[in-house]
């Protein structure tokens, strides 16, 4: 069950990732954030789940086990949370999808996954 997870997580990452990269070159930057951040929640709870065999059920669950006990982590998450937020009510600028994006391909390299 754990490779099924993990193989979940990786696929649900590339297709955000993918998609992402499709709305950041229409730019639609907004959509572009959304996505390279999902891609980064995905991640995220990969690396969780190769780290401690289990996959938090919220938002809420993977920031604690971040802030507890990945900080690099967190700190990505952390940072990069409040413009998903935003995203619904401000327009994103394309600096800031590509600060995402870095954020992402940063997450990638601890996972060994290349996007």
């Given at each position: ?13 590339k ?7 499709d709305e950041?070159?229409k730019?639609?930057y ?5 996505l390279?951040f ?12 190769i ?5 938090p059920?919220?938002h809420t669950?993977?920031f ?8 690099e ?10 413009f ?13 999808a590509?600060?995402?994006k870095d954020?992402?391909q ?5 996972v060994?996954?290349?996007?």
């Amino acid at each position: 069950m754990q490779n099924e997870k993990k193989d979940i997580l990786e696929k649900t990452a590339k297709e955000y990732f993918s998609a992402a990269e499709d709305e950041f070159k229409k730019e639609r930057y907004n959509s572009a954030v959304v996505l390279y951040f999902k891609a980064l929640i995905s991640l995220s709870d990969l690396f969780i789940l190769i780290n401690t065999g289990k996959t938090p059920s919220s938002h809420t669950k993977r920031f604690q086990i971040a802030k507890e006990s990945y900080p690099e982590v967190y700190n990505l998450l952390d940072k990069d949370f409040p413009f998903y937020q935003a995203s619904y009510s401000q327009i994103m600028t394309k600096e800031l999808a590509g600060v995402i994006k870095d954020d992402l391909q940063t997450m990638a390299k601890k996972v060994k996954i290349e996007l």
